[in-house]
């Protein structure tokens, strides 16, 4: 079945008063640039027209999901909106981080960087002659960050489907964590860069973060939300009409290829699918029609190189967020009236 809801049904999941249309969100991991991903999340609080039913989020997605749903636990869209605004303003340089701290976030916002100094230095040193457990201390500065703005016992209560995602390091598989089991271990491991920090153990099992296995996990929506609409938020761009030189822009534009490339796989089945539907091959009795959405991805972000993620400025934070704002009310002018009707996201020209 579709699981379409009917017209007189309320929405499900963070709905404020003025909500008319539920829709899941995917939420893409990209370090810094997540602060895009703030920007539209504040935007569709604002608009208040939207019910968000289902969440997923991987690595800095996965972050903004748990903030989200805390912050409107304590106080509605308003209060997810402040959420956010807190916990970027706490990663950010004078946000309360010390310098040792500073420095160690930076790396985890942008490990995959050459270009940027002094810390890439330190990276590639580190990389070449040390493993994380050949230090006698195993800190992650954003652990205190998350804890101290998430409720984590007043989030695993909430009504609504929440979906943490991290790559197993025994089987490379990936894992999905839910709404009640979640804790600061599930996000951390869900953003744990291998090259920095230890595994994160969970019941006995070590996992890194779902750069690994993918950067999207779109498919669990298919299976655990109501409704049939899906926002991507993406914040990777797909293309770049340029050719690297240098061995920094080389290496930026293949982490760019990685986090994409199970984000493709993913969209192409959804193509597929839908083709098989409206070839009357299958039935959209038995098989799902998904309404896919993006935002971002390309456009005003592809800007930024990979190394931009390194950045952890609050005015760049602000930067990227009122970006991220411009586009979801954008698209919300645009495309408001599209949801419960039909996709707005191309998939078979924009990634066949």
């Not at 007043?154 to 929440?162: M, S, V």
């Not at 390091?169 to 009640?180: C, P």
């Not at 931009?308 to 934070?317: E, I, K």
């Amino acid at each position: 079945m579709t699981g379409r809801p009917g017209p007189t049904d309320r929405p499900r999941g963070l709905a404020g008063p003025r909500a008319e249309k539920p829709i899941s969100l995917a939420l893409q991991g990209g370090g810094a640039h997540g602060a895009y991903t703030w920007g539209v999340l504040d935007a569709i609080l604002e608009d208040g027209r939207l019910a968000i039913e289902a969440v997923t989020g991987a690595s800095a997605g996965s972050m903004n999901a748990v903030v989200l749903v805390d912050g409107w636990l304590e106080g509605g869209a308003d209060g997810a909106r402040r959420k956010l605004a807190e916990f970027w303003r706490k990663v950010s340089p004078d946000g309360g981080l010390s310098e040792g701290q500073r420095q160690v976030f930076d790396g985890l916002l942008g490990f995959w960087s050459q270009a940027s100094q002094p810390f890439a230095a330190w990276t590639r040193a580190w990389q070449g002659s040390f493993s994380p457990y050949d230090t006698l201390v195993d800190i992650n500065p954003l652990r205190e960050t998350l804890t101290g703005t998430v409720d984590f016992a007043r989030l695993r209560g909430a009504d609504i489907r929440l979906f943490v995602a991290a790559t197993s390091v025994w089987t490379g598989k990936i894992r999905l964590f839910e709404t009640a089991e979640l804790e600061a271990d599930h996000v951390m491991a869900s953003a744990c860069l291998p090259t920095l920090f230890r595994a994160v153990e969970i019941d006995g099992e070590p996992f890194f973060d779902f750069f690994y296995s993918g950067n999207t996990e779109i498919y669990t929506l298919f299976y655990h939300a109501h409704c049939d609409d899906v926002l991507l938020v993406q914040i990777n761009p797909i293309e770049r009409h340029e050719t690297p030189r240098d061995a920094a822009e080389i290496q930026n534009r293949l982490t760019e290829i990685n986090f994409n490339s199970g984000l493709l796989r993913e969209l192409r089945v959804i193509d597929f699918v839908a083709r098989l539907i409206d070839e009357g091959k299958i039935s959209d009795e038995d098989y799902k029609r998904v309404l896919m959405h993006r935002i971002g991805g390309d456009g005003a972000l592809e800007e930024f190189s990979a190394s931009s993620r390194m950045s952890a400025d609050w005015d760049f934070f602000q930067r990227l967020r009122d970006i991220g704002r411009k586009a979801a009310q954008d698209w919300l002018v645009r495309h408001y009236d599209d949801l419960g009707q039909r996709s707005t996201l191309d998939l078979r020209s924009a990634y066949a």
